[in-house]
């Protein structure tokens, strides 16, 4: 594998869509029409590599990688219709948001695949402000390795004062020299350990920023798109707190550089430049002793001339975290499989297959024993209840566990419970808990958001009975 090489930062032309968005809001009238923007699915061309190799064939809304920078306030309705211009069909999934149930975008679960050619009109209003993120649910190993993916923020009502919020998409591609994203989405040596790992790891500013001054205070809204690649990432030069983890705002900002993400999780950071003027604040990806500059960030003088107070909470949301919890419904939850994983059979589609006859079928994980989405439910529970799901790894690798349609928090050595996410980043061998409380009507699913595990197996659903 190469090293992960420097990147030179996005060089991504996002103007078509920031005068696109422009031209509505300054068109009255204009929201009352049944007039939908649409988000279009389709192959486009982008630089993802350094200037001196070709750009890259993607798959992109909008044809852009990211796709466009969804932006609300709190309470704004999200309407876009999806044109599928692909050759496969698709989907949008809104991670992290908590969508009624039909908006979840799930093929076979709360939606067809949208086939080529067609589209699906998607609308909701998010109830939580934050950082939240969309991305193609069908054929995703593919459809996201291939950039199907974008950034949805909702505003705070009265967002804290910063002098730049940035978001930082992070991914981790598979290139070839002459630009091309490898096909091999189908590796099962992939699939059975760590899952499809790149070698050209990219952080895209939005927007696109190059220059900061000296005591600038910045909120950095960091993402991991990586199929997936779990990631260390390190600010230097840059000293603050961890103002919010998967949307969600902690109750108490937490002193630190760095945040470990696995894929698809988030993690909002309000920071001050520390950096001597003419130095560079950086964001760098740490992997065992080596660390590699994502973004680097000239600072210049200039700003306010001394450093800035304490960082405030972010305002809370609908959504509060839960003091203690007594769960209502149990559900246990056992991952196997894997290499090194001793895995010797399990249930495929209702029939028990030996290891031999469930590689055939491309499927390695398994949760309670049942490899891919079983046909009942990990449970079914009224909405109100609250729900524990004790998750057990029994396999070797670790494995980034999200639930859709919920937040939950983890269960603690002490009988605390954790600050709010929507995926849990589960080491090998660990016993973890989670808690929530099920108030979203529907079936959702419950999957390892590394997206080479989902695809061989681990999956299973929830059903919440209105
Ligand atoms: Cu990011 Cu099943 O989703
Ligand atoms: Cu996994």
Same mark, same amino acid.
């Given at each position: 594998m190469n090293p992960i090489q420097k990147p030179q930062g996005p060089r991504l032309n996002r103007r078509t869509f920031l005068a696109g968005t422009a031209a509505l809001a300054a068109t009255p009238g204009f929201a009352h029409a049944e007039t939908i923007p649409r988000l279009v699915a389709r192959p486009a061309s982008a630089r993802i590599l350094p200037a001196e190799y070709p750009e890259t064939p993607i798959w992109g809304f909008d044809g852009e990688v990211p796709g466009p920078l969804l932006r609300l306030k709190q309470g704004e309705r999200l309407m876009r219709t999806l044109v599928n211009e692909l050759p496969q069909p698709t989907s949008v999934h809104w991670h992290g948001v908590r969508v009624p149930n039909a908006m979840d975008g799930v093929p076979g679960m709360t939606q067809d695949a949208v086939a080529p050619g067609d589209q699906f009109d998607y609308a909701f209003t998010p109830p939580d402000a934050g950082t939240f993120w969309y991305h193609s649910h069908n054929q995703s190993t593919e459809q996201i390795a291939r950039g199907l993916y974008g950034l949805l923020i909702v505003d705070e009502a009265e967002p804290p004062e910063v002098d730049h919020d940035i978001a930082v998409v992070l991914d981790d591609w598979r290139l070839r020299?002459?630009?091309?994203?490898?096909?091999?989405?189908?590796?099962m040596h992939d699939w059975t350990h760590a899952g499809r790992i790149g070698n050209y790891v990219q952080a895209s500013l939005l927007p696109r920023v190059s220059q900061l001054r000296r005591h600038d205070r910045v909120r950095l809204r960091l993402v991991?798109?990586?199929?997936d690649r779990i990631m260390k990432i390190g600010l230097h030069g840059l000293s603050g707190a961890l103002v919010a983890l998967d949307g969600m705002p902690l109750q108490t900002p937490e002193h630190t550089d760095h945040v470990i993400l696995g894929p698809a999780q988030r993690a909002d950071f309000i920071v001050d430049v520390t950096a001597d003027e003419g130095d560079e604040a950086l964001i760098a990806i740490h992997e065992r002793e080596e660390a590699f500059v994502l973004a680097d960030l000239h600072v210049s003088g200039g700003g306010s001339s001394s450093a800035r107070g304490a960082i405030n909470p972010l305002p809370s949301n609908p959504l509060v975290p839960l003091e203690t919890a007594q769960a209502t419904t149990e559900a246990r939850l056992i991952m196997e499989g894997g290499a090194?994983?001793?895995?010797r059979q399990g249930i495929w589609k209702g029939e028990r297959l030996s290891i031999q006859q469930l590689v055939e079928q491309g499927q390695v994980w398994t949760f309670n024993g049942v *490899?891919? $989405?079983?046909? *009942?439910? $990990?449970v079914e529970v009224a909405v109100g209840d609250i729900v524990e799901i004790p998750m057990q790894?029994?396999?070797?690798f670790p494995h980034a566990i999200h639930l859709h349609g919920h937040h939950f928090q983890e269960r603690l050595a002490d009988g605390a419970l954790g600050p709010l996410r929507d995926t849990l980043l589960m080491d090998r061998g660990e016993t973890r808990s989670i808690v929530f409380r099920a108030d979203n009507p529907g079936d959702w699913l419950l999957h390892c958001h590394m997206l080479s595990h989902q695809k061989a197996g681990m999956k299973t659903w929830i059903r919440v009975a209105a």
């Open positions: 020299e002459n630009g091309e994203i490898v096909d091999d989405f189908d590796r991991n798109v990586a199929v090194m994983g001793g895995l *490899a891919g $989405l079983p046909e *009942a439910p $990990l790894n029994d396999t070797a």
